[in-house]
């Protein structure tokens, strides 16, 4: 048998209504509760008040966009200063990965550069986190269970990780019922990064047993799922995709990722590009230039996601990557160029790419050439 390890939150709960039916889990992680939100506020004030009620003391902190390094330390200068013992993030990914790094950040001694990988020293946190429990209202980037924050860093242009074991949630609290109304565009893209996140773990160099059962049987469905979301809300969907979700966060905090989010993270850095479109846009053509590259148990993975795809999308296997990209023009996802990535951030990206750690798992080697390319045919 295969040996592999895989770790994740302490808890998840999932289900509509698990959110208000969670109320005093959360409160139990810590009576002075940092709330990290998005830029409304509003949306957050049933978790407030509920925890209000529970006798905790919420002071909140908004995160209005992709968190960076000076945001995380405005949020730890308020969080010190409140004495915090616990944090909750309410919101998408971005939301959760500043909550993730506030409690992770909160107890450390050394300035936040020195725990940043690639830009920094990558060093471990030298104490453990605060307990930190995350609700996505988004169904994306399975955040909730991962162990690692993305932040970006303007000085270098780099989005980058903070990461550690320990960083792991404490609560994940997955309520579908949080993502109903989400805006179409966003359901669109971060829909797509879901379906990249079951993808690229499942052909990665590190994929196992169990990942695979979190990831291949989740392509379909999905797929299925975000297209009738395009046609309108539908709370079966939005479960759909925020199982896909979760289980593409499972899979890749213990599988890795590959090309996709190897090439989004330096293009987000450099052109401030939303992540989910990002990888959404580049899915279907990394797939190709990896099946390209590929043979063997490698080719046969990639032509299992290419079946899983085209049984979706209703067209035939061999082609159920360019009718992956079709799609997602046709349900209004921009190219690289109408997201503002220029031949000049193209460039540096696929030069930048051979640094980030999701790379690593990329189950074909590839040149800046072939990286070029997959840009190239995403504009």
């Given at each position: 048998m295969t040996v592999f390890s895989f770790a994740t939150a302490t808890e998840i709960r999932f289900g509509r209504g698990e959110g208000p039916r969670a109320m005093p889990a959360l409160a139990a992680l810590g009576q002075r509760v940092l709330l990290v939100h998005g830029a409304n506020p509003t949306r957050a004030d049933w978790l407030r008040d509920g925890l209000a009620r529970q006798g905790c003391d919420v002071s909140s902190f908004a995160v209005p966009g992709e968190p960076d390094l000076p945001m995380i330390e405005a949020g730890l200068h308020q969080a010190r200063a409140k004495g915090v013992q616990s944090v909750i993030a309410l919101g998408g990914g971005a939301v959760i990965d500043a909550g993730k790094a506030l409690a992770a950040l909160v107890p450390a001694i050394r300035p936040v550069l020195d725990h940043l990988e690639v830009v920094g020293q990558g060093l471990p946190l030298d104490a453990s986190p605060l307990p930190f429990a995350a609700l996505p209202t988004t169904a994306g980037t399975g955040a909730e269970v991962t162990r690692n924050a993305v932040i970006a860093v303007p000085d270098a242009q780099r989005k980058v990780s903070l990461r550690d074991a320990r960083m792991l949630p404490r609560m994940a609290i997955v309520d579908p019922a949080l993502t109903d109304g989400c805006p179409r565009a966003v359901t669109l893209a971060s829909g797509l990064d879901a379906i990249t996140?079951?993808?690229?773990?499942?052909?990665?160099?590190?994929?196992?047993?169990?990942?695979?059962?979190?990831?291949?049987?989740?392509?379909?469905?999905?797929?299925?799922?975000?297209?009738?979301?395009?046609?309108?809300?539908?709370?079966?969907?939005?479960?759909?995709?925020?199982?896909?979700?979760?289980?593409?966060?499972?899979?890749?905090?213990?599988?890795?990722?590959?090309?996709?989010?190897?090439?989004?993270?330096?293009?987000?850095?450099?052109?401030?590009?939303?992540?989910?479109?990002?990888?959404?846009?580049?899915?279907?053509?990394?797939?190709?230039?990896?099946?390209?590259?590929?043979?063997?148990?490698?080719?046969?993975?990639?032509?299992?996601?290419?079946?899983?795809?085209?049984?979706?999308?209703?067209?035939?296997?061999?082609?159920?990557?360019?009718?992956?990209?079709?799609?997602?023009?046709?349900?209004?996802?921009?190219?690289?160029?109408?997201?503002?990535?220029?031949?000049?951030?193209?460039?540096?990206?696929?030069?930048?790419?051979?640094?980030?750690?999701?790379?690593?798992?990329?189950?074909?080697?590839?040149?800046?050439?072939?990286?070029?390319?997959?840009?190239?045919?995403?504009?």
């Open positions: 996140q079951v993808i690229e773990p499942y052909i990665s160099t590190r994929a196992n047993p169990l990942t695979d059962s979190l990831t291949l049987p989740r392509i379909a469905p999905a797929l299925t799922a975000l297209d009738r979301l395009m046609q309108g809300d539908d709370p079966a969907a939005r479960g759909e995709m925020a199982l896909t979700s979760l289980c593409g966060g499972l899979a890749l905090a213990n599988a890795g990722l590959g090309v996709v989010h190897g090439l989004a993270g330096p293009l987000g850095g450099l052109s401030n590009a939303a992540h989910g479109a990002l990888c959404g846009v580049m899915l279907p053509h990394g797939l190709a230039v990896n099946a390209a590259g590929a043979s063997g148990a490698v080719l046969d993975r990639i032509t299992r996601v290419q079946s899983e795809i085209g049984h979706a999308l209703g067209v035939a296997a061999p082609d159920a990557f360019r009718a992956l990209a079709e799609w997602a023009r046709q349900a209004g996802l921009p190219g690289l160029d109408a997201q503002g990535v220029t031949a000049a951030h193209r460039a540096e990206a696929a030069r930048m790419a051979a640094t980030s750690s999701s790379m690593k798992a990329n189950p074909v080697a590839l040149n800046e050439d072939s990286l070029a390319r997959i840009m190239e045919d995403a504009r």
